[in-house]
């Protein structure tokens, strides 16, 4: 389904003339579909409002698909999805969560497009005209970062908008169970989930620290702070939007924000990463068998939060680190192998599999996609396809095909007796 609509969205954008090379019709049309802020088209400002719109909505669908990738496909598979981390986390999703996907399927839904009135409806009263604010909005609540801007929201200059951005940015990468509670109950119970308090930490921290790195030159202003913050919110949530050049700053900053690229933001959020709930996991798993090291006869359960994570849990969120940074690695050999600098190939691929979009060398914010060749869009494009599907459908395809091809294959004698017996 996801590769149907990326062919009709490429379809879309060679009709419309917004490009003109096929490949980067599908680059672009992957791109939105799976939420990465990545473009190889510029002079958006010279583009029709149709395509503009158009490249909004990708993101838009994209991402409440997401959602439903999370509900529906992943429990499927033995994979988790919402039901497995909010019962791990203790997060209460029985607000949103019910017996039917179909149910579960339209209060999202329903979220979504409440959500994303709210974020449009701030960034007029913030100032940006009707139809930027409607693109904006649609791209925010997505965590996708296509702007109608080449600049991205550098170009307003304006802090209102940035502000609204940063607030609407960070709740877009919350747990949508949490955000469902928040608005039902109206009640701060939210604040007690381990994944949401991690969450905030990791901003707050990180902004703290970018802040402090970018000031040391010209001093630390409500600017600088402004962008540190945005910057970090940016990254954390995987939505892509800039109003700086990160990759400019010093280099403890630089690498923080790739560090964030690969953490990404909360589960069941439109946004991708490896995502807080899983890091939360894996650091309890860690120190469990650090203790075990020292005591071998003690017994130690993984906390997340108040809640006891079990076994089968760990196992599967460990596994999915090992295929997560076997795929960032693959990529990044796989980029590099097509003529891209090492910097551009590593932050490439961690970024493109988190589904953010900007990276640094020649994918710096404000580059997209520009700057590299065909070879390493085509494989980003793969990437971006197996973060936004959290790799475990894209790997099940691929093995199911695998054996399906393996059946077709003629079997020699010795071959057909060992498998009659």
Do not use: C, K
């Not at 069941?268 to 890091?279: A, D, N, Q």
């Not at 990437?383 to 091809?405: D, F, Q, S």
Request: aromatic share 6%.
């Amino acid at each position: 389904a996801w590769l149907t609509a990326s062919a009709v969205g490429a379809v879309a954008f060679l009709a419309a003339g917004a490009v003109d090379r096929p490949d980067d019709a599908l680059f672009e049309a992957v791109a939105g579909f799976t939420t990465t802020a990545l473009t190889t088209i510029t002079g958006l400002e010279d583009l029709p409002a149709g395509v503009l719109l158009w490249r909004a909505l990708t993101q838009w669908l994209g991402g409440l698909a997401a959602i439903a990738v999370i509900v529906a496909v992943l429990p499927s598979i033995g994979a988790g999805g919402l039901q497995t981390a909010e019962s791990a986390e203790g997060s209460g999703s029985s607000h949103l969560l019910g017996p039917r996907v179909i149910g579960v399927l339209r209060r999202i839904a329903a979220l979504y497009v409440a959500f994303t009135v709210v974020v449009v409806v701030a960034y007029r009263l913030a100032g940006m005209g009707p139809f930027d604010a409607v693109v904006h909005g649609l791209t925010t609540v997505s965590t996708g970062g296509f702007s109608t801007h080449d600049e991205s929201l550098a170009h307003f200059g304006s802090a209102a908008v940035e502000w609204v951005a940063l607030v609407a940015m960070l709740v877009a990468g919350a747990n949508v169970a949490l955000v469902w509670r928040a608005v039902r109950r109206r009640s701060l119970w939210v604040l007690r989930s381990a994944e949401l308090g991690a969450y905030l930490a990791i901003a707050a921290g990180a902004w703290l620290a970018v802040a402090l790195w970018t000031g040391q030159d010209g001093g630390v202003t409500h600017e600088s702070v402004r962008h540190a913050g945005f910057s970090v919110v940016s990254v954390l949530s995987t939505t892509g939007y800039t109003v700086a050049d990160w990759a400019a700053w010093a280099v403890p900053a630089q690498l923080l924000l790739v560090l964030l690229l690969g953490v990404g933001a909360m589960a069941g959020s439109t946004g991708g990463g490896f995502t807080v709930l899983r890091l939360l996991a894996l650091v309890g798993y860690i120190r469990r068998e650090l203790v075990r090291q020292l005591h071998p006869s003690s017994v130690r359960v993984v906390r997340i939060g108040r809640a006891v994570a079990d076994d089968a849990q760990l196992d599967r969120m460990v596994g999915y680190q090992v295929l997560y940074l076997v795929v960032v690695a693959l990529a990044a050999v796989v980029v590099a192998a097509t003529g891209e600098d090492l910097v551009t190939a590593a932050s490439a691929a961690i970024s493109g599999l988190a589904t953010a979009g900007p990276g640094l060398g020649d994918v710096a914010p404000g580059l997209g996609a520009t700057g590299i060749g065909p070879g390493a869009r085509g494989v980003l494009m793969v990437v971006m396809l197996a973060g936004r599907l959290e790799i475990y459908p894209l790997v099940v395809t691929v093995a199911a095909a695998t054996g399906m091809a393996r059946r077709r294959v003629p079997l020699g004698p010795r071959a057909r007796l060992a498998r009659r017996r």
